[in-house]
């Protein structure tokens, strides 16, 4: 866009230059005195909400366009997420209380559990969600700034996040991750045949194809692709399987609803072992907040508190 305003700007200049030219050949014409001051012609200058940013057929659509439709459908709501930050940030200050670049780094590393990359994480973010990496860590940091502040009267003993890590343990348990290959058919026979096969030295994929009566994973080569181990949905003698091979093994057939499974371990990830104080201090935080006020309600308060006032009735 900007290489269209430069063209546009010299097709202007060269236009006024052309009418001055043209008016002292005029005026000389008529053996008419040039003018010490010539009046310089009217001109149209562009301003920035004319620019225009997309047409269609003969309609142009400027930018002041867009941004009045952008505050008209979402401008009340941004409106109101800047005054609740506003407000949260103010609190923290009074209160001494920060958020430092630490906790906002493991905050989004805890965030990212479940997505096979960091990248991929920001990627869906985005797409989803249509938050930038910045924009995540501003609301990230927001998030932490305002649990801070809802929990720091209230006193969590030891005790009591040693007894909650105690009767939840399922979700203090190492992940894995299987990237999992399978190939389904309707007889244990025919899958000591697809055994068979590979031991000769057979495509695992191509059999899939060719054999495999699982039509969401045949034409895929028989990806499953990276499921947790206890993912839900894959049948559990499948994950059991898995869980049982090394990468690069294949399991001997496994009964499962619809016939017998052929089941190649691609790949495992074991996520790194956690940090449990960092574990206590997020149990903590969490029993902390269940015995906290409300936090859409605390951020009305915060709110109430520090003036916040909408001046413009079209936000409000």
Wanted: proline share 4%; aromatic share 4%; glycine share 6%.
């Amino acid at each position: 866009m900007r290489d269209v305003k430069r063209l546009w700007g010299v097709i202007g200049l060269m236009a006024v230059c052309i009418l001055v030219l043209t008016s002292l050949l005029i005026a000389r014409s008529r053996n008419e005195p040039e003018p010490s001051h010539p009046t310089e012609q009217p001109q149209h200058i562009e301003t920035d909400t004319e620019r225009a940013v997309a047409r269609i057929g003969s309609r142009t659509i400027t930018i002041g366009e867009l941004r009045t439709a952008l505050e008209h459908q979402y401008g009340a709501e941004l409106l109101g997420q800047m005054l609740d930050r506003e407000a949260v940030r103010l609190e923290g200050i009074e209160a001494g209380i920060q958020v430092d670049n630490a906790e906002i780094e493991r905050e989004l590393k805890r965030m990212q559990q479940g997505y096979e990359s960091e990248a991929d994480f920001y990627k869906s973010m985005k797409e989803q969600l249509g938050m930038t990496q910045e924009d995540l860590r501003a609301d990230v940091a927001n998030k932490l700034l305002l649990e801070k502040i809802a929990t720091k009267n209230v006193k969590v003993s030891d005790e009591e996040v040693d007894n909650y890590i105690k009767t939840h343990p399922e979700e203090f348990r190492q992940e894995v991750d299987l990237n999992i290959l399978q190939i389904i058919v309707s007889t244990k026979d025919q899958a000591n045949k697809v055994l068979a096969e590979l031991a000769k030295g057979t495509s695992f994929a191509i059999l899939a194809r060719d054999r495999s009566i699982d039509d969401a994973t045949n034409n895929s080569g028989g990806e499953l692709g990276w499921v947790e181990d206890d993912d839900p949905f894959v049948p559990a003698p499948i994950l059991e399987a898995a869980k049982s091979l090394k990468p690069g093994e294949t399991s001997q057939p496994v009964r499962v609803d619809n016939g017998y499974a052929v089941v190649r371990l691609k790949d495992r990830k074991e996520a790194s072992s956690p940090d449990f104080a960092f574990v206590r201090e997020n149990v903590r935080m969490e029993l902390a907040l269940q015995e906290a006020p409300s936090l859409n309600e605390l951020v009305d308060k915060l709110r109430s508190k520090w003036g916040a006032n909408i001046l413009d009735t079209q936000f409000q």
